[in-house]
């Protein structure tokens, strides 16, 4: 069955970076454009980033833009979002998700990211 593994994430201070990976299995990954959310606790789950399935054009939520980037690597089935310069505000769980057009095809379970001095 079709499956989105998380990892990467963990505790960072205000300023440093992280790397968060997603591993696809059980479909086909080329075919899916592949995004990530984030939900901090109390909050609604929301959009942080995407990228087509052939990695051509991505897509930002205003508050990461110009310090997250999402890639990903059709060989390895893997998305990745680099995160730099993080904020306390971007402490939250970080899922990522395959879909095509309007169907979803799987979430990840999620990584937790705490920016916290």
């Known amino acids: 069955q079709a499956q989105l593994v998380e990892s990467g994430g963990g505790l960072v201070q205000p300023g440093g970076s992280l790397r968060l990976s997603c591993a696809a299995s059980g479909f086909i990954f080329s075919s899916y454009v592949m995004s990530w959310y984030r939900q901090a606790p109390g909050k609604e789950r929301e959009f942080v980033a995407s990228?087509?399935?052939?990695?051509?054009?991505?897509n930002y939520a205003d508050p990461v833009k110009g310090r997250f980037t999402i890639s990903r690597d059709n060989a390895e089935n893997t998305v990745y979002l680099q995160m730099n310069s993080l904020k306390p505000e971007d402490t939250a769980v970080y899922y990522c998700?395959?879909?095509?057009?309007?169907?979803?095809?799987?979430w990840g379970q999620g990584t937790q990211v705490t920016v916290s001095s």
């Open positions: 998700k395959a879909a095509y057009r309007d169907y979803v095809r799987a």
């Open positions: 990228v087509t399935s052939t990695g051509g054009i991505t």
